[in-house]
């Protein structure tokens, strides 16, 4: 069977490998050719073969990039914690990293999304707290108690728990769903993104040529 050992690796030796400068300036050029590749699909729109091959990347990269820029996020905590001086490249990887995830996530609802996410995390945080109780007996030998517990671990109890944390989470977090969905098609626009793109992969050379002069130290600490 095939084996990645990647994927045995503690969240020490995950971070530990992102500290090598060359896997770092890697990940900054490749990251950001996610973001710029939508400047040089407008390049090539007018040659048939190359307007398609970059159309196909762009939408091929939009899904990759979501994962991508989780990544990114990752290693910007890496050296946000490891390397405070080094403040330029810890940002542009979260900026960077925000980005490609709001390519995917600015095209959903993300008020709706999180409420109904916290609408089944409580109904199932309800559920959990409450079926045990069915196990003691002193508890359902009075029959309104036994009535009411029954009723809250049924479907139908569940679901209307379920849609009152639903319409409490939507209208509590509504606004600031609402605001980040805001920045968020910001830094997903194509300008926006082409930008950062660019200043990621200048970044990326300079931590291959130079890192000193964007604040990291090599080795880094430990």
Known sequence: MLQIPFFDWTLEEIMAFFKDPWILAWVLILSGGLLAVWLLENITDPI?????????????????????????????????????????????LVLMGFSLVMRILSKFPLALIFALAVAVFGAATVYGFVQPLTNNATLMSVGTIASVINFIISGKGLLIIGFVIFC????????????????????????????????????GVVVILNPSLVGLIVPWPV
């Open 48 to 92: 048939p073969v190359l307007g398609t091959i970059f159309d196909g990347l762009v939408a091929v990269g939009t899904y990759i990039g979501f994962f991508v820029g989780i990544l990114d996020i990752f290693v910007g905590y890496v050296v946000w914690t490891t390397q405070p001086d080094a403040i330029i490249v810890s940002g542009v």
């Open 168 to 203: 409490v989470a939507y209208v509590l977090g509504g606004l600031i769903i609402k605001l980040i969905e805001l920045i968020g098609k910001i830094f997903a626009s194509r300008p926006v993104s082409v930008l950062v793109g660019l200043a990621a992969i200048a970044v």
